[in-house]
């Protein structure tokens, strides 16, 4: 079945610094979504990419769907101690009716 | 727009139990999801509706676990009877159609005792 890896599994850094998370397949997508998901909360929305070379930014936020459409990345600039929380890769595969995958997730923390 | 609810936020049962859990998705979406998210873990999906129709159900326990979406909008999850690996956080998400950007709900912490 499909499965994403995603990388690293946390990550602890200062106020200010750029982050970046990525997440790889052997498998061919669709589509790649970045979700954010902070304690005792359902995963936000952050980023949407659905076409291969697609790089798209939100904020300090940029994701970028990769050529090969098997892996993505997610930067954050600048981190802020809001950025703190578990970041997590999904995916769509090729047919219809795939399932929506998740990776295991990068936990961030920022220090101040 | 209201986002997708669910009920309760938390539920602590003994084990052999049976418990439920609702989610009513954002208006208009065709497509609703159930994930198990056990702690320190990504999410896993359990079934995905297609309207009332199952599109993958091929993750769900099905000897103890049950999902039901009747009219094509709320949908029900119900596990009996529960064992302690089931202490999860069970989300339900929605989607405007199949490969669209799905959007979640706080989700339903559940401990079993």
């Known amino acids: 079945g499909q499965q994403l890896n995603q990388s690293p599994q946390s990550m602890f850094i200062q106020e200010g610094e750029d982050v970046s998370m990525n997440c790889t397949s052997s498998s061919i997508f669709n589509t790649w979504l970045w979700y954010k998901q902070d304690p005792g909360e359902g995963p936000v929305l952050l980023i949407a990419l659905y076409k291969a070379g697609e790089l798209t930014s939100n904020g300090r936020l940029t994701a970028q769907f990769g050529i090969t459409r098997k892996d993505s990345f997610l930067n954050i600039s600048a981190s802020i101690p809001s950025d703190v929380g578990i970041y997590f890769c999904a995916s769509l595969g090729e047919t219809s009716g795939s399932r929506l995958t998740f990776g295991e997730g990068t936990q961030l923390t920022v220090n101040p | 727009e209201a986002g997708v609810a669910q009920s309760p936020r938390y539920k602590i049962i003994e084990k052999r139990q049976s418990v439920a859990f609702w989610c009513n998705p954002i208006s208009g979406h065709a497509t609703l999801y159930w994930y198990q998210q056990i702690l320190g873990q990504g999410p896993k999906l359990l079934i995905q509706f297609q309207n009332n129709g199952v599109v993958d159900d091929s993750q769900l326990p099905k000897d103890r676990f049950s999902a039901e979406r009747l009219k094509g909008v709320d949908s029900t999850l119900k596990i009996q009877p529960a064992k302690l690996e089931d202490s999860a956080v069970y989300l339900c998400?929605?989607?405007f159609g199949q490969g669209a950007e799905a959007f979640f709900g706080q989700g339903t912490r559940l401990t079993v005792v």
């Open positions: 998400a929605s989607s």
